[in-house]
């Protein structure tokens, strides 16, 4: 029962870098939250991510939806990594910051955005792992190194 609720968990989490800034901002309009670095941060990463976000973890959830705990944690883990290139293309396609004229615009655009969308990411990784050890019961280093799933 631990290990279902785990992996319901697990699907849920995929989409926290969604609702987590849906929530926040919520919080703000209904006026118990004020401004802060915190809200931006939080509310800037779904203005900008949003789009490919969503299409990634609609992908990454199809992709796992019959697979073990131990393949969501494997995943969480590549997930910010994979998810930098996917969000780069989106926004030189989208020109959401602007039209990038040259190969030094791109590369200064990631110069910026790698680092966001990685302190990001692990972030939202940590909290994932946090809830995965409350509901499976166990050490997530036990289940990430768990060798006869492979």
């Given at each position: 029962?631990?290990?279902h609720t785990a992996i ?143």
């Amino acid at each position: 029962m631990r290990s279902h609720t785990a992996i319901w968990y697990a699907r849920i989490a995929i989409f926290l870098p969604l609702l987590v800034p849906a929530c926040v901002y919520l919080l703000h309009v209904l006026g118990l939250v004020g401004p802060s670095l915190v809200l931006g941060v939080l509310v800037g990463s779904i203005l900008l991510a949003g789009i490919p976000y969503t299409v990634f973890a609609f992908v990454a959830v199809a992709f796992l939806w019959n697979r073990r705990l131990i393949e969501y944690t494997r995943w969480s883990v590549r997930a910010p990594v994979i998810f930098v290139p996917i969000l780069g293309l989106f926004l030189v396609w989208s020109q959401l910051l602007g039209r990038v004229r040259s190969i030094l615009e791109f590369c200064d655009m990631l110069l910026v955005t790698i680092p966001l969308v990685l302190i990001v990411g692990y972030a939202y990784v940590g909290l994932f792992y946090v809830g995965v050890r409350v509901l499976s019961g166990s050490s997530t280093t036990s289940v990430v190194s768990d060798v006869s799933s492979v």
